[in-house]
T-cell receptor, first 112, second 110 residues
Framework: EPEVTQTPSHQVTQMGQEVILRCVPI?????FYWYRQILGQKVEFLVS????????KSEIFDDQFSVERPDGSNFTLKIRSTKLEDSAMYFC??????????FGSGTRLTVV | DAKTTQPTSMDCAEGRAANLPCNHS???????VYWYRQIHSQGPQYIIH???NNETNEMASLIITEDRKSSTLILPHATLRDTAVYYC???????????FGTGTRLQVFP
């Protein structure tokens, strides 16, 4: 069964550093998403991306966040200047349509 | 988006049907009911969704009441691998966004 692949599985970064989380969506999928889950808390929507542009974003997704689909196969989330409160599990998701999409297994980001 | 209410936790014996209820009394006509689950700290997994008719797929059945104010997810023969947090989510037609609550923690025991 096709999977959404996220790398790395765990990333540690220093506060203030830039970090890029990488995702390889399922081939031929057109809709892409990032969610995050702070330890012990709810899964939160960050952003949706379709047709090479952001289609929706949450209040969490402020100017320090950006997304990109650089080469037609990867989908990245960049956090420009990480803060301690950015520590969370980040999930990428993709779908051939805008519902029932598939999540990856996540990247655990630890900001120290 | 309409708010959902689910029990915090449920138990189910292996091999028996697991019936997970969800209340969504403020749902509007163009909002869908989605079910996802999250096993341990893995990414959420799509299970099923519906608008007003009952739905069935290889994983589960979704029963939506006629007034659409509540629904039940049915896992017909629960296995130990079905132990997870199950989320009932109401999603408007004009957004892709899923708003996760705290869900129901289902424990399947031998």
């Amino acid at each position: 069964e096709p999977e959404v692949t996220q790398t790395p599985s765990h990333q540690v970064t220093q506060m203030g550093q830039e970090v890029i989380l990488r995702c390889v969506p399922i081939s031929n999928h057109l809709y892409f998403y990032w969610y995050r889950q702070i330890l012990g808390q709810k899964v939160e929507f960050l952003v949706s991306f379709y047709n090479n542009e952001i289609s929706e974003k949450s209040e969490i997704f402020d100017d320090q966040f950006s997304v990109e689909r650089p080469d037609g196969s990867n989908f990245t989330l960049k956090i420009r200047s990480t803060k301690l409160e950015d520590s969370a599990m980040y999930f990428c998701a993709s779908g051939p349509r805008s519902y029932g999409y598939t999540f990856g297994s996540g990247t655990r980001l630890t900001v120290v | 988006d309409a708010k959902t209410t689910q029990p915090t936790s449920m138990d189910c014996a292996e091999g028996r049907a697991a019936n997970l209820p969800c209340n969504h009394s403020t749902i509007s006509g163009n909002e869908y009911v989605y079910w996802y689950r999250q096993i341990h700290s893995q990414g959420p997994q799509y299970i099923i969704h519906g608008l007003k008719n009952n739905e069935t797929n290889e994983m589960a059945s979704l029963i939506i009441t006629e007034d659409r104010k509540s629904s039940t997810l049915i896992l017909p023969h629960a296995t130990l691998r079905d132990t997870a947090v199950y989320y009932c989510i109401v999603r408007a037609y004009n957004t892709d966004k899923l708003i996760f609550g705290t869900g129901t923690r289902l424990q399947v025991f031998p």
